[in-house]
């Protein structure tokens, strides 16, 4: 028998937690292999990564997860906020970011930014949720 689980809206003060399963779950994502090439400084900038991305759901969005302890997270972002903007960035901790990451690695996600947008900024232009 399947055991059936109701997740749950995050809490704010179980962020960090949340954060670390995100970031175990994507650490050697390509992405960030490329992004931050370093496999230590990668675990700990991913984190960081996570931890704002987390934010930015809880202020524009909606974060749910597994029942504590958190095994699981989504974060979606609300059609009324489609688009993670700099100021965002900054209001949920990105000079942490970038600080724990370094300058080359900032610019090749800013980079990677600018042609991921390019890329796919019209293939849903009618209002919806984004699974971040």
Do not use: K
């Not at 028998?1 to 003060?13: K, Y």
């Not at 970038?98 to 042609?115: H, N, S």
């Amino acid at each position: 028998m399947t055991a059936t689980v109701a997740p749950v809206r995050l809490s704010p003060e179980r962020l960090s937690e949340a954060a670390a399963v995100m970031g175990r779950a994507v650490v050697d994502d390509p992405l960030f292999v490329y992004l931050l090439p370093d496999a230590q400084q990668r675990v700990s900038g991913v984190f960081r990564m996570m931890e704002m991305f987390l934010r930015i759901g809880l202020a524009h969005g909606e974060v749910w997860v597994t029942p504590p302890p958190i095994t699981r997270v989504a974060c979606w972002l609300s059609p009324a906020h489609p688009t993670i903007t700099a100021e965002d960035r900054n209001a949920a901790g990105w000079s942490g970011v970038g600080a724990a990451w370094g300058r080359d690695a900032v610019d090749r996600f800013q980079t990677f930014i600018g042609d991921r947008d390019g890329a796919v900024g019209s293939l849903a232009p009618e209002p919806h949720w984004h699974l971040a």
